[in-house]
């Protein structure tokens, strides 16, 4: 057999996308690929939000419990959530409808730690899985699954699914075979043993999926390419963003604190990231290793350039012009890339024994060096935790990045107290605005709050940062950790009642 | 040689207690042992306080870097705090003249995961470190050390300090030795290793702490006992919790979620700690095991009951009548109990691996379960964050454990938005009080806010719970976590004024 439907007995079962979608019952929970908007199932997402909305107009509501990697795409959360057909949506969204809904109060959203995803499945918290709707690139002569262009909980959705819709997608490269490395080590303790990675690219699985023919019920062909994000050019505050970081990279190395070709690195998406990266391409340092949840623009052009010598993810991140270059050229790549289960990528384990050097965005940290990464103004979730928690707790050093201000200067991202925790005072090891960086380690509260007043907070926002801060370190009710509480929110309080802390 | 120092070159170096204490110069780190009340050096930091207050007297302040292993006891924190000796405290204190120096803001305190400290001190972020001084219950004719009762970070500081000053206690059980596991393959990255652990009682290191004889600068000969705090037996309100957890425990072995013999058991310290363990002592569970900080009077009593086959632990923190007890039996206790540096003890890595059930007890908790553990109304610190937050983000399962009021009833604990976040929505699982127990897995913020004020909040507090929460759930930025954030903290904002919540 030729194409990529290599086994007979999968091939039997191509069905239209339509009757694939039929398949899945109200109420079940569906555990779905993607991870970014990578490797997520194309078209079943499609042809079941038009069943439900079918359903509904019968006078016949539905919905399924939605699990996927992380953020999918608007072909798969967002039409989903259009028609309200979605009953739990965990662990990771950043789709805009679903966005709304959720914030709406309409939606049920548990958004947690990505490593600790497939150990809850399996306890049983979520319920029971009944359908895995997987993306995969291909299928071999003996029936094993070529994983997409993302693994995020795959191996978790086919385990323990009862019944297996698999999407195989042609416009995905027939050389990712040989570039996942599929563990299927974990189990739910007592009996737990050592996860064997030592080096980033360490190869500890298989590069296939495992499924038994007997639980898939539908495969379907598709030929689409994954949603993936314009790629923006560094603008100038991302760029005095990532000096600080690199300038803080060459100091530690020069304190002997970090090897020459540093330690692995874990990067968030985005302008900021890829703006450190970019500054990696050209900087001093050689060698460098990654080990992270995705590889974005910035991952690929360091590999491109020699300067990244492996990297380690649980998916791709590419903006359409990275995906086509990466797609004609996969093969080259196929030695230097690592796709992992996101529950090995992001294991604290791991994390902690490579000692990565996590750099993450925020929506806004406060002078003590608490960290909110999910919520505007305490209530509103913007995208989810993602895999934030599991690095920067483990991580040889935890940054975290953001612009001094947002919303054309409306809000300060440094503010008194956040208004949501996800990272504790705990967690947080450096902050960087493109005002400067704050290298918070062993510091106590109150100098940490003089450093990040005085290196992060924008010019426009210092003064009443300052003022706030000498007014609690008087009137507060300790000065372990001075805060005034009847007004520690109220930049927030402002922000809703005005639209802007100012 | 007889005695506790049966080495030639460590004998010929014992002086007199303030012989010693002169030894540590103005403006050294100094890293102290001691881990609760045990194991702590019982004479040297006296001598040292009194040194210190004859120093200012004469013109010439002084002041050290106090580093131990977490708390220890008013010999050593206390008499340090009296005379404004300490530069900087790190990484946990429960001392009330400390705590009272703290938060009056003339004492700087850095409080951080107990497991990150000994990579942070060989990182160098708190300076060098000068001066070692540690408890050890002997010296062998070959020169290594026999730990006492507690290990915390003394490999760390006798691998790192410059000079070392060594008190061996004779009060300390002469079986004691053997009972150690100490592990020296802990490096820093990269080229770290798996810990091999895989069961709670593993031995992977050896049973003596090693320092070379010409860092000894001085050794002293102390014969007292641990500051060991008062056995309270549980009282109606902890009993009534235990209750609760034991219930939760037997209803997950029925789900088949645990085994008949749980996992390995992580509690804190204090009456419902006790509680619980005393309430496992009767229960229906069989051959446990722990991995936990400290071997408490609970943990001993289900060692002598049979019912807790062995337990893993950095430190010991017995009452006096226990102490005796142990001291008397501690040959009889060898192979069932390890103690571990608590680099170890607390390594994410193995907690993740063993699956342990961590119980600790809180300051306070939101209705979308954020937990408070260290500040008193935002800015007073209790005593700090210890090794709770290693415990609850990578185990099995995390319950905090609270009364649901304090202070006579002026505090609820279960509050609408806590003034301090130590582990946030992502890490808590389950939250007890008297009241009932909320299992917040798997659950959306809303949902958990319904569970958690009517299964935990105290019916005095609870109707205002449910006020804010409806107001909320119509008033919000957001109905993702729905907060009024001119209210989220007027009730503590009410404590600070009134003295009371109500």
Same mark, same amino acid.
């Given at each position: ?25 109200? $109420? ?10 990578a490797g997520?199932?194309?078209? +079943? ?13 019968? $006078? ?8 996927t ?33 959720? =914030? ?8 947690? %730690?990505?490593?600790? +995803? ?19 690139? $291909? ?53 737990? *043993? ?32 994954d ?11 991302s ?34 990231? =890829? ?18 949840? +995705? ?14 010598? *492996?990297? &380690? ?5 590419? &903006? ?6 990466? =797609? ?9 890339? +690592? ?6 990528? =992001? ?15 925020i929506?806004e ?5 608490? !960290?909110?990464?999910? %919520? ?18 483990n991580?040889?050093? &935890? ?13 300060? *991202? ?11 005072? %705990?967690?947080?090891? !450096? ?19 003089e ?40 930049? %927030?309080?402002?922000?809703v009642? *005005?639209?802007?802390?100012?």
């Amino acid at each position: 057999m030729v194409g990529r439907i290599r086994n007979r007995r999968f091939a039997a079962k191509v069905v239209e996308v339509d009757e694939a979608a039929q398949l899945i019952e109200p $109420g079940d929970n569906v555990g779905m690929s993607g991870f970014t908007g990578a490797g997520y199932p194309k078209e +079943v997402p499609g042809a079941l939000a038009k069943r439900i909305a079918v359903e509904r107009a019968c $006078g016949r509501p539905m919905k399924v419990g939605l699990w996927t990697g992380a953020s999918t795409a608007p072909e798969l959360d967002g039409v989903l959530a259009e028609v309200d057909g979605i009953d739990l949506r965990m662990p990771y969204q950043s789709d805009p409808v679903s966005r709304t809904k959720i =914030n709406a109060g309409s939606l049920d959203y548990t958004d947690i %730690h990505l490593s600790h +995803v497939a150990q809850q499945v399996r306890q049983g918290i979520f319920g029971h899985l009944d359908v895995a709707v997987v993306e995969v690139s $291909g299928i071999t002569e003996d029936g094993r699954l070529v994983p997409s262009s993302s693994v995020g909980n795959n191996t978790t959705w086919l385990d323990r699914a009862d019944r297996v819709i698999l999407e195989v997608n042609s416009w995905q490269s027939a050389h990712l075979a040989g570039m996942h490395d599929i563990y299927y080590g974990t189990t739910e303790p007592p009996g737990r *043993t050592p996860i064997p990675i030592t080096r980033p690219a360490d190869r500890i699985g298989v590069p296939y999926l495992e499924c038994p023919p007997d639980k898939v019920i539908a495969v379907v062909e598709t030929e689409s390419p994954d949603r993936n994000t314009v790629f923006a050019e560094p603008d100038a505050v991302s760029e005095s963003i990532a000096g600080h970081v690199l300038d803080f990279f060459a100091d530690e190395v020069h304190r002997g604190r970090l090897p020459r070709n540093l330690l692995p690195l874990q990067s968030g998406v985005g302008n900021v990231a =890829n703006a450190v990266l970019a500054g990696l391409e050209t900087g001093p340092f050689r060698d460098l290793t990654a080990y992270t949840e +995705v590889i974005q623009d910035g991952m690929l052009r360091l590999l491109d350039a020699g300067v990244l010598l *492996t990297a &380690s993810a649980t998916a791709f991140s590419l &903006s359409p012009a990275a995906a086509d270059r990466f =797609n004609r050229d996969a093969a080259a790549y196929r030695d230097r890339i +690592v796709l992992r289960p996101q529950e090995i990528s =992001n294991h604290p384990e791991v994390v902690r024994r490579l000692g990565c050097l996590a750099m993450n965005g925020i929506v806004e940290a406060d002078i003590y060096g608490n !960290v909110n990464s999910t %919520h505007l103004m305490g209530s509103r979730v913007q995208n989810g935790i993602g895999g934030s928690g599991d690095f920067a707790r483990n991580a040889h050093i &935890s940054i975290f990045v953001t612009p001094s201000v947002a919303k054309d200067g409306a809000i300060s *991202t440094i503010v008194p107290m956040v208004s949501h925790v996800d990272h504790t005072e %705990h967690d947080v090891d !450096v902050i960087v605005t493109e005002q400067g960086l704050a290298d918070l380690r062993g510091l106590s509260p109150r100098r940490r709050a003089e450093r990040i007043i005085e290196r992060c907070a924008h010019p426009d926002f210092r003064p009443a940062l300052r003022d706030y801060y000498d007014r609690a370190r008087r009137g507060a009710f300790g000065f372990h950790t001075p805060h005034l509480l009847d007004e520690s929110l109220s930049w %927030h309080q402002r922000y809703v009642v *005005t639209g802007s802390m100012r």
